[in-house]
């Protein structure tokens, strides 16, 4: 349900709808008493689903609302119109940083000033204990004095309070913007994750487009937690050296090796810029016009107008031919060797190989091309590949032709076709138990696991999913965690959501297939308080001490495992073959 132009929300009058999204609603409107405009977001109804949400909503909220700063946007008031929460927020009249961009490149005074501005906010924001989530030029606001404002400050810590089923996407920031360790689903975010999301920024202000791009956020993730970053003055030779020097720190993929503070990074910024002979002020750079492509909203009916938005607006992005092309060969290169590197990557690894697993970056060989996916047929076209597109809303046609790719090697491609398909039946628990089941017959355990995942996640609170879905979740899951895409693709706050026991066991074994023993350990023994008698506790800790080379601590363990008939058959062959590992 929406809200109507002209409809009376508590004291404010809706003038106008400004813009939608994945997360919120934003709208216009008027507040007789005071004589002045306001913004309402209003959250997604499916925030709803959680009885106990509004609560966590309203807690959240009074939080952000604490912020005070003249480079936030401020929020006025919550408030609940017919069961839905929604937020009062300062209307800001102007445009997004990410429309002045597709104007054409900053000043030098303009990017002082988003450095100065933003940096002021995050900063101050930090000092509170409060993380943005979600830095990218569509929340950095301009208005009409030529003040700037960081909008949505919390929003996606305020979305993380509910139980929704929304999409991750629309919860854990914009793809071009996000941090490595928010692509992955980690938890425990840090100031680092905001520096990140700032530094792209500052990379796309200065180089003119940002890091990395492409056709789906499947593969701008994949590259933000894997590729290395593209250099700076290799995309733009005017880039300054030392600037490209402080934009690489920032960017690091490990947190421990970016800048501390957000104060840090300005200030190095800042002394870079002046030394390279660039002064903040009075000289403009020419850099190639903005290349940022992140979904937008649609066009407000302000003729341009700008209020504090989830999403800002924008006009259909302008590049030269040379960026195109060259965009399309760094692309080119990425989906080949992502691919490579993605292919038989669990069960291989399940009896814990000390000898570890080529970077991604390594290739092990092409996929094969499209005609050999189906040999037989008129021009090498796939039926499958045919059927999708002749039906693209059908999630079963997608699902067929994810299975294909999968079939052939293609991994990434059938994983980015199956979310396609996944999210065109979001409750279809006929259809996701096909789909499923599909991928656990391949043995395939990271698409298999996701979709168990979202079918789980289909019952309501007070109705359990069967206990076959649930034991097919845990096998899926545990068995994924091994996988080297396992945090990419799988969303660990949906499957916290429907067994957190299970969850940090399944953490625990990625971290130890990323060589983290002891924090693998550590989430183990997380597991365990919740849930001593977890079984997949057992067979992780047995994993641990074969890790640890101590194969005869982890003998009598996977021995009764084997053995034992409460345990599942899954976990018991797993175990049998672990044994017979020993000496």
Request: glycine share 6%; aromatic share 8%.
């Amino acid at each position: 349900m929406s809200f109507n132009i002209g409809e009376n929300v508590g004291p404010y009058r809706i003038v106008e709808q400004l813009g939608q999204g994945g997360m919120a609603t934003v709208y216009k409107a008027y507040h007789a008493a005071l004589d002045r405009y306001v913004a309402l977001k209003v959250l997604h109804p499916a925030f709803n689903e959680d009885k106990s949400f509004e609560l966590r909503f309203q807690r959240e909220a009074r939080v952000v609302a604490k912020l005070e700063h003249p480079n936030i946007v401020p929020i006025y008031d919550y408030a609940e119109h017919e069961h839905r929460p929604y937020l009062v927020m300062k209307f800001i009249e102007g445009e997004t940083l990410k429309a002045r961009l597709q104007r054409g490149p900053l000043l030098s005074e303009e990017i002082q000033q988003v450095v100065d501005s933003v940096g002021a906010a995050l900063s101050y924001a930090h000092r509170q204990g409060i993380l943005h989530r979600d830095i990218k030029p569509s929340n950095v606001l301009i208005a009409a004095d030529n003040t700037m404002y960081l909008a949505d400050f919390g929003l996606a810590r305020i979305a993380q309070a509910g139980e929704s089923t929304l999409s991750s996407d629309s919860i854990m920031g914009t793809p071009q913007y996000i941090s490595p360790e928010q692509a992955m689903g980690k938890k425990e975010l840090d100031n680092g994750t905001d520096i990140y999301s700032f530094a792209v920024m500052l990379y796309e202000m200065v180089v003119g487009q940002v890091p990395f791009n492409a056709d789906t956020p499947f593969s701008i993730i994949h590259d933000h937690i894997y590729t290395p970053l593209p250099m700076p003055r290799k995309v733009n030779v005017k880039v300054p050296e030392a600037v490209e020097r402080v934009l690489l720190k920032a960017l690091s993929k490990d947190r421990a090796d970016r800048y501390a503070t957000v104060d840090d990074l300005v200030q190095a910024f800042k002394q870079a810029w002046i030394a390279a002979g660039v002064p903040m002020r009075g000289t403009a750079i020419t850099l190639p016009r903005s290349a940022a492509m992140q979904p937008t909203l649609p066009p407000a009916p302000n003729g341009g107008k700008t209020v504090e938005a989830e999403s800002g607006q924008g006009s259909k992005k302008k590049s030269f031919p040379w960026a195109i092309v060259a965009g399309g060969i760094v692309l080119l290169l990425c989906v080949l060797v992502g691919l490579a590197a993605f292919r038989n990557g669990g069960l291989l690894r399940r009896r814990l190989n000390p000898t570890p697993l080529p970077p991604p970056t390594q290739a092990l060989g092409n996929p094969p091309p499209m005609a050999t996916l189906m040999p037989g047929t008129p021009n090498g076209n796939l039926p499958p590949l045919d059927e999708a597109q002749k039906n693209p809303n059908d999630p079963n046609a997608q699902l067929t032709l994810a299975l294909s790719y999968w079939d052939t090697g293609q991994r990434r491609l059938a994983l980015e076709t199956l979310t396609k398909a996944a999210n065109l039946a979001p409750q279809d628990r006929v259809f996701l138990t096909k789909a499923a089941q599909e991928f656990q017959a391949r043995q395939a355990w990271v698409p298999a696991s996701a979709m168990y995942v979202r079918l789980a996640r289909t019952y309501p609170q007070n109705e359990s999913a069967p206990p076959e879905v649930m034991e097919a979740l845990r096998e899926a899951a545990y068995k994924a965690a091994g996988e080297t895409d396992f945090g990419l693709f799988l969303q660990m706050d949906m499957l916290e959501r429907a067994d957190q026991p299970l969850a940090l066991v399944v953490r625990g074994r990625a971290a130890l297939f990323g060589g983290k023993i002891d924090e693998a350990r550590s989430l183990l023994d997380q597991a365990r308080k919740l849930k001593p008698d977890l079984h997949e506790a057992a067979l992780l800790e047995a994993e641990i001490l074969l890790k640890e080379n101590r194969g005869e601590d982890a003998r009598p363990l996977l021995a009764d495992i084997s053995s034992n008939s409460t345990y599942p058959e899954w976990m018991r062959v797993m175990a049998k073959e672990l044994l017979d590992t020993l000496p």
